[in-house]
Structures are given as structure tokens and as C-alpha cells.
């Protein structure tokens, strides 16, 4: 049974703030495990709601630091450790506002320093070479050919492509509405290759048989398409052209903002491109492309070389 506050806070954050199934659930199991920490150290059994919901008001900045420290004792990243951590920061955000707690206790603890990885991206040749491998008319063949062009054409996160439906596809305009993280629309441009790739697939699938006539990727059964399968189907093509075979649906996303950046785009016009919130979070790009802007500083600036 899920705790009294938990249920309050994730029903909060699921209508209120519109954060996706996926985050509810992922909010869900870091205050479960939360909870079995301040129950005698991961065990509940005798321990009643009221007693648990009791431990959780009285929790202090002691008790987070010594939770803290039993996560870096079981290996945890420091990543899943930062993001334990904002899920009790906005947990206990909402009870001090709803007056469950006098004082919220996170706010004198400090986010772990994190390891700033540079995004794993394709160069575009290889873009080319996974696109190419992507060959056949039947109606299976000509889906995966579209599924990965509209991924790196559009930049899309794999949850968005799967969820995409018929209606949110504008071929006139050349975009696609795209609902991401948090429930916020985006409109993402098709470039011609994608929008031929579409045209091909979507006209092969008016003859096949029982199909979702919502969604837009459908599997041989005409069900909608799960991500697991399309990281199969990846996978797939990451063989045949001979590539990394740890390359993933993101990677193609992490491609699409590298290349547009190294060909001069706006750094605010990739982040809404992305769907980024904040432009923090689009700026790891940058690192990426200094390669690129150290060759335009010295092809253009007189005193270079």
C-alpha cells in the first residue's frame, strides 16, 4: 500500500504538474525506497502507515545525509543519487506548502557534484550509412526506414516517435506536433527525406490489414509500436551497417543537435527543437561542437594565423 503523503504528492505531480506516467512511476519507487530506509533500514514489516507517515514528518537533515550515505555505500551512481535526492527535494517542497511539515529539511542539502559526460553522437557519415541500411519495399522495411529518418530528422525522443498519432503529422506544413516530457507540445519540422519516408510508409500501410488507425508506427500485429521494439529494430540496422552496436534511439537525437549546431544554428533554436526546459540543459552541446568553432575562429578572424 502506498503511503497517505506519497499518494497525495504523486497524484499532485501526475494532474497538477502533468509529469508523464513514466516519471510518476519513477517518483513512486525513489519515496518507496525512501520509506523502507527510514523503516529499520529497508524492512516495514509492523510498521503501520501512520507510524511511517509519522517517521517521514519528523524526517531531518541528519536522516537524509545518513540515507545519502547508505546509497553511496550500494554503489549507486552519483547521477541516481542526485536524482533520489530532487525527488525528496520536491516531495518535501509540497509538504511545507501544504503544511504537512514545518520546515522542509532538503534545503540544507547539497545536490552530489555530478559527472558531466559529453553526449555519444554519430558522425554524419555514419548517420548516412545506418540510413542506408534500411533497404526493401515491404511494408515492415519501409516503416523502419521512416522510423529512423524521422528520428534524426526531428530530433525526437523514441517515447515521442511511438506516441506520435496520424493526426499530429502536417505534410503541407512539414511538421510534426510533438508531446513531450512534462505533457508540453512542440512543433518539430520534417525534413524532405523524412516526410518521403513517411509518404512511402504511411501509403504501403493503407492496404495492409487490422491496424490502430491512431497511431502512426504500428507493428506487424497493427498494434502501436513499443520503444523496446524500436531499439530492436536499431539494433538491427546498426549491424548491417557495420556500427557501434551501444548506439541507441538517443543517440540519434544527441546527433541531430550536434550536427545543427556545427552547421551554425542558433543554440535557442536547438533547445526548442529538443523540448529542453532549460537551455542548461541543451548547452552540454557546446562542448561538442568546440572543435568546430575553433576551425571558423581561425578560417575567419584575421590574427588566427
Given at each position: 500500500m502506498v503511503n497517505p503523503l506519497f499518494q497525495k504528492f504523486l497524484r499532485y505531480i501526475e494532474h497538477e504538474r502533468?509529469?508523464?506516467?513514466?516519471?510518476?512511476?519513477?517518483?513512486?519507487?525513489?519515496?518507496?525506497?525512501?520509506?523502507?530506509?527510514?523503516c529499520n533500514g529497508g524492512s516495514e514489516d509492523g510498521v503501520d502507515e501512520r507510524e511511517v507517515s509519522g517517521r517521514i514528518r519528523k524526517v531531518a537533515p541528519l536522516d537524509l545525509r545518513r540515507y545519502l550515505a547508505d546509497l553511496k555505500r550500494a554503489d549507486y551512481s552519483r547521477a541516481t543519487v542526485a536524482r533520489k535526492l530532487a525527488t525528496l527535494r520536491s516531495f518535501y517542497k509540497f509538504l511545507a506548502r501544504s503544511g504537512e511539515v514545518a520546515r522542509n529539511p532538503v534545503k540544507l542539502i547539497r545536490t552530489p557534484r555530478?559527472?558531466?559526460?559529453?553526449?555519444?553522437?554519430?558522425?554524419?557519415?555514419?548517420?548516412?550509412?545506418?540510413?542506408?541500411?534500411?533497404?526493401?519495399?515491404?511494408?515492415?522495411?519501409?516503416?523502419?526506414?521512416?522510423?529512423?529518418?524521422?528520428?534524426?530528422?526531428?530530433?525526437?525522443?523514441?517515447?515521442?516517435?511511438?506516441?506520435?498519432?496520424?493526426?499530429?503529422?502536417?505534410?503541407?506544413?512539414?511538421?510534426?506536433?510533438?508531446?513531450?516530457?512534462?505533457?508540453?507540445?512542440?512543433?518539430?519540422?520534417?525534413?524532405?527525406?523524412?516526410?518521403?519516408?513517411?509518404d512511402r510508409y504511411l501509403a504501403a500501410r493503407a492496404d495492409a490489414g487490422p491496424i490502430d488507425k491512431k497511431a502512426v508506427f504500428v507493428n506487424r500485429h497493427g498494434s502501436r509500436l513499443?520503444?523496446?521494439?524500436?531499439?530492436?529494430?536499431?539494433?538491427?540496422?546498426?549491424?548491417?551497417?557495420?556500427?557501434?552496436?551501444?548506439?541507441?534511439?538517443?543517440?540519434?537525437?544527441?546527433?541531430?543537435?550536434?550536427?545543427?549546431?556545427?552547421r551554425g544554428a542558433d543554440l535557442r533554436a536547438v533547445q526548442e527543437l529538443l523540448g529542453h526546459r532549460s537551455l542548461s540543459t541543451t548547452q552540454i552541446y557546446t562542448h561538442v561542437t568546440a572543435g568546430r568553432l575553433k576551425e571558423i575562429y581561425e578560417s575567419a578572424h584575421p590574427r588566427a594565423n
Open positions: 502533468n509529469f508523464s506516467v513514466h516519471t510518476v512511476r519513477c517518483y513512486a519507487a525513489d519515496l518507496a525506497q525512501f520509506a523502507e530506509f527510514l555530478q559527472e558531466r559526460r559529453l553526449p555519444k553522437f554519430l558522425q554524419p557519415g555514419e548517420v548516412e550509412r545506418l540510413l542506408a541500411a534500411t533497404k526493401g519495399d515491404d511494408l515492415l522495411a519501409l516503416r523502419d526506414a521512416a522510423i529512423l529518418e524521422v528520428l534524426y530528422s526531428t530530433g525526437m525522443r523514441v517515447s515521442e516517435l511511438v506516441a506520435m498519432d496520424l493526426e499530429h503529422v502536417d505534410p503541407i506544413g512539414e511538421v510534426v506536433r510533438v508531446r513531450g516530457k512534462g505533457k508540453r507540445e512542440r512543433l518539430a519540422p520534417l525534413g524532405s527525406y523524412a516526410l518521403r519516408a513517411l513499443s520503444t523496446r521494439s524500436v531499439r530492436r529494430k536499431l539494433a538491427k540496422y546498426l549491424a548491417i551497417a557495420g556500427l557501434d552496436p551501444k548506439v541507441s534511439p538517443h543517440t540519434l537525437r544527441h546527433s541531430f543537435a550536434t550536427h545543427m549546431l556545427e
